[in-house]
Antibody, heavy 118, light 110 residues
Framework: QVQLQESGPGLVKPSETLSLTCTVS????????WSWIRQSPGKGLEWIGH???????NYNPSLKSRVTISVDTSKNQFSLELRSVTAADTAVHYC????????????WGQGALVTVSS | QSALTQPRSVSGSPGQSVTISCTGS?????????VSWYQQHPGKAPRLLIS???KRPSGVPDRFSGSKSGNTASLTISGLQAEDEADFFC??????????FGGGTKLTVL
């Protein structure tokens, strides 16, 4: 059974870049889409963007100017960069797998809280 | 693309049925059969309950069912159990490779 694990700094200063990595174990990355999804404290879910194993990406239009998602299939990892962060970017960030471009996220990481604060 | 609209909370007694609605627009739910539902217990990651409007992944009890009519999708939970108490989120494809979520519904089992 595939498992996903987020890793990265839990605290980022305003205006800096949030960076997280998701490590995939127990399964191959090929033929799947890999998404980042965030959840602000006490709020709903927000899709950040996804990457296909081949490297093609799509992003939430509201975040597109600040986001880059990349993949390294040799390491079974994909990563998120969110630039110029503010307190509004404080959230639990989840990585998740889906087998088509559509929203059917069948495996999730446990989530990583990233707080934006000076 | 706006978030999908869900009721903030619903409640029901053990054994009863509850339905959670998820309202979108002609650009998302109304134009897509790619609607999914997730259950999230406090402090946990979401879990896929329903994909493609009404398909249950293996391991999900058949007490959970999904449907869609026009711009509104629905999740029905029958035979309510105490462990069903959680937050529930809907999600839909919104065209142009964009995915949107609902604001979430808190289910209380009385």
């Amino acid at each position: 059974q595939v498992q996903l694990q987020e890793s990265g700094p839990g605290l980022v200063k305003p205006s800096e870049t949030l960076s997280l990595t998701c490590t995939v174990s127990g399964g191959a990355m090929t033929s799947y889409y890999w998404s980042w999804i965030r959840q602000s404290p006490g709020k709903g879910l927000e899709w950040i963007g996804h990457i296909f194993y081949s490297g093609s990406t799509n992003y939430n239009p509201s975040l597109k100017s600040r986001v880059t998602i990349s993949v390294d299939t040799s390491k079974n990892q994909f990563s998120l960069e969110l630039r110029s962060v503010t307190a509004a970017d404080t959230a639990v960030h989840y990585c998740a797998r889906h087998y088509t471009i559509y929203p059917a996220f069948d495996s999730w990481g446990q989530g990583a809280l990233v707080t934006v604060s000076s | 693309q706006s978030a999908l609209t869900q009721p903030r909370s619903v409640s029901g007694s053990p054994g009863q049925s509850v339905t959670i609605s998820c309202t979108g627009s002609n650009s998302d739910i109304g134009d897509s059969n790619s609607v999914s539902w997730y259950q999230q217990h406090p402090g946990k990651a979401p879990r896929l309950l329903i994909s493609d409007v009404n398909k249950r992944p293996s391991g999900v009890p058949d007490r959970f069912s999904g449907s869609k009519s026009g711009n509104t999708a629905s999740l029905t939970i029958s035979g309510l159990q105490a462990e069903d108490e959680a937050d529930f989120f809907c999600s839909s494809y919104a065209g142009r490779y964009i995915i949107i979520f609902g604001g979430g519904t808190k289910l209380t089992v009385l």
